[in-house]
Each structure stands twice: as structure tokens, then as C-alpha cells.
């Protein structure tokens, strides 16, 4: 579908929808909607929709597919919200959603994303097919065993890869100009959340890509690690980081302080729930985090949750600003509702939503790495990292 096309179905949808469920309904009943709308109170909203559903089955000059008009029925919908963070997913969508959360999935161990009709590899994660076969950020991947990927949705692509799952495939991609062919063999990947290095100095280097699947369980490894290691200060990298699931960024965060609010949320109705570090562990060690305006949700509340109860200095950029909640309802037939339901609040009672957090001591990156994934920086070339450390050398003094 283009993009013109989603455009135009989003803003006919959103006009006329009221509610997802009498959507369901009216497809559900079909020649009964008369007596239907007889009896509900949106009759003139499904009226209209009834209406629309003739034109097209009249008028409409080629193939026409009900489902696909009807998941763009419920996207649009919610898209009539206006709130970026809200949305549906569609059961195509659905095994994908469910890999991010899980942090299990069978394919490349690629992140990619959409430039025109091309599809663009953005990331390439660590000790995955993909890193042992040659792929790089920047790849523009053309075919997908020998068939053309242009064009393709995101969902295709991932699952024309799958259908390879424990057979070796040829990726075609053009790198610089430069079109070449690279057998892969997709695999059962478990992402990795968290990476760690111990850095001259004693300072354990702990960087958290997102807080979803098992980074708790990375991360308490990677901690284990650095004390074992006799780490005398760790560093935080959560630059890039998106966010997560509230389960997983209060299970990290508990894993570091000992006692104090990690945030408080707070719903439409005014109800307050309250996240305190729970148990007696906690890393008595110096802590300083690096941010970027890539920095989001879980992981402004990992920042802010860390600094305010005086654990840790925050060094780089002023963080993204998302400071709402959202909750999944699944919609039984292998589709989501991802709804903001609520707002939350730093443990200083500060809602950063659109704000953002401003670093103790501010650091831009050099411009020629501003686009770049913090891990493919040159050693050395790291301005922020380089100033967290010189910050940390003070600390553990």
C-alpha cells in the first residue's frame, strides 16, 4: 500500500469511526447491518462507513482486499488520536511485537528500516549471522534469495528471511555503490541487551541497547561481572536507548539502588502507583550515565531514577522527553492495542514528558558521529564516553 493510499484511508477511517468494536461488528454482521444500526446508538458513524464500503464495492477500479481495508480501519482509528505512541498491531504484525518483547526470534540479527521503497539495514547485532557474514549499518538490502526486496514492508522482508530459518540463503545488498551477494543462515537469536567492557582505570563499561526480553538477567550478569572484575566506578551507556517495559526497567534499576522511588505513575483518573526499589541489594560504586537525544522513556526513567536518589552523574546530551505510559490490550485475534494510559513521574515528582533531562555536565558528540551507533565509534573518538571517564577518574580518586 502507498503511502498515499494509507493517507487516504487513515483520514476517511478516523472521520467515520466512533469505536474499534462496532468496526469488528459491522464486518461481523454484513447484510444484517441495517437491523444492527437500528440498535446502536453510532448508527449515523456505520452508516456512513456502509455507505463508503458500496462505493468501493461499486466504483472502485481493482482488486479489493477487505481485510487489509479493515486492519487500516483499526490503525487509523487510533491513529485519529494523534498521539505518536499509541497504535495498532495488526496480526501481521503481531510475531514481531511478541520478538521485541521476548527477545527471542528466528532470523539475521539485522534492525532495519524503511528509506523510500528500500529497505536499509540501521544496526547489526552483536555475535549474530549477520555480524559473523559481513553485513554493515548502511547496507541497502536489494533481494532476499534471489527475489526482489524493493518495494517490500518491513514485515515482508522479515518474513521472507524467517522462511530461510536453519538454511543458508543469499543476501544481496548494495554497500557504497556496490551490489554483492552474502550467504547467511538465519538462527535462533537471543538479543542482547547488554554489553560490557572493563576500560583502563578500574571503570567497568556497561552499555543497555533496551530494556525489554532479558536485559534484567544481562544486566545483573554484567554487574556480577564488574565487582567480581573490582571495578572502581561503572559507566551507564544508554545512548539510543528507546525504552522498554516497566517490568524490566524497575527489575534493573532495583538491581542498583538499595532503597527510594524508581517513578510514580499516574492514570487519567488520578490513581497513583508508586515504584520503590525493593530489596537490600543495591551497587555502592560511583555511577555516571551517558545520554543522547536518543535516550527514552525506560531509559530516561533508568536516568532519572538513578540521579535523583543521588546514585549516579549524568553526562551528554538532554534526553528525548517521553514521559507517558502504555499499556498493551490484546484484541484476541492475534492483534494488539498499544494505548498511553498514563504519565509518569521522576522520583523528584518531575513528569519529563517533552522535556526531557538535562545532563550534570553537557557534552555534544563530534559531528561526524552524530548519526552513528554508539558501538561502531572509533576507540578514542568518543567524546562523551572520553568526558565520562575523565568525570569518573575525579570520583574514584
Not at 536518543?294 to 532519572?304: C, D, G, L, P
Amino acid at each position: 500500500m502507498s503511502n498515499k493510499q494509507k493517507t487516504v484511508y487513515t483520514v476517511l477511517i478516523t472521520a467515520v469511526l466512533t469505536f474499534i468494536a462496532s468496526t469488528i461488528t459491522y464486518f461481523a454482521f454484513g447484510s444484517n447491518i441495517v437491523y444492527f444500526l437500528s440498535h446502536n446508538k453510532n448508527a449515523e458513524t456505520l452508516s456512513k462507513l456502509n455507505r463508503l464500503d458500496k462505493l468501493v464495492d461499486k466504483y472502485y477500479y481493482g482488486d479489493i482486499d477487505k481485510n487489509n481495508m479493515q486492519q487500516w480501519a483499526y490503525a487509523g482509528y487510533l491513529a485519529g488520536l494523534d498521539d505518536p505512541y499509541t497504535e495498532y498491531i495488526s496480526p501481521d504484525e503481531y510475531d514481531s511485537f511478541n520478538e521485541t518483547s521476548t527477545g527471542n526470534y528466528t532470523g539475521i540479527g539485522v534492525e532495519v528500516i524503511k528509506s523510500g521503497e528500500e529497505t536499509v539495514i540501521s544496526d547489526v547485532f552483536e555475535g549474530t549471522p549477520a555480524e559473523s557474514a559481513g553485513l554493515m549499518p548502511g547496507d541497502i538490502i536489494k533481494k532476499i534469495g534471489g527475489s526482489d526486496a524493493y518495494g517490500k514492508s518491513l514485515t515482508e522482508i522479515s518474513s521472507a528471511i524467517k522462511e530461510y530459518a536453519g538454511k543458508t540463503f543469499v543476501i544481496t545488498v548494495e554497500r557504497n555503490g556496490n551490489v554483492m551477494d552474502i550467504n547467511i543462515k538465519p538462527s535462533e537469536i537471543e538479543t542482547i541487551q547488554v554489553s560490557e567492557k572493563m576500560l583502563d582505570n578500574g571503570i567497568s563499561y556497561i552499555r543497555i541497547s533496551m530494556f525489554e526480553g532479558r536485559c534484567a538477567e544481562q544486566l545483573k550478569t554484567a554487574l556480577d561481572n564488574a565487582q567480581k572484575n573490582g571495578a572502581k566506578g561503572i559507566i551507564f551507556d544508554v545512548r539510543g536507548n528507546p525504552g522498554g517495559a516497566l517490568n524490566v526497567i524497575t527489575n534493573c534499576v532495583d538491581q542498583i539502588l538499595d532503597e527510594g522511588i524508581i517513578l510514580t505513575v499516574k492514570d487519567k483518573n488520578g490513581k497513583e502507583t508508586v515504584y520503590k526499589a525493593k530489596d537490600d541489594k543495591k551497587i555502592d560504586l560511583p555511577l555516571v550515565i551517558l545520554t543522547n537525544s536518543s535516550t527514552a522513556s525506560a531509559a530516561e526513567v533508568f536516568t532519572s531514577s538513578l540521579h535523583d536518589n543521588g546514585k549516579a552523574y549524568v553526562v551528554g546530551t538532554k534526553t528525548f522527553g517521553k514521559g507517558v505510559v502504555q499499556t498493551i490490550f490484546d484484541l484476541g485475534d492475534n492483534s494488539i492495542a498499544k494505548i498511553t494510559t498514563a504519565k509518569y513521574f521522576t522520583p523528584k515528582n518531575v513528569c519529563i514528558d517533552k522535556i526531557g533531562i538535562t545532563p550534570d555536565k553537557v557534552v555534544e558528540l563530534d559531528e561526524k558521529y552524530k548519526d552513528a551507533p554508539v558501538r561502531y565509534i572509533p576507540d578514542g573518538e568518543d567524546n562523551q564516553l572520553n568526558a565520562a571517564i575523565e568525570v569518573m577518574k575525579e570520583k574514584i580518586k
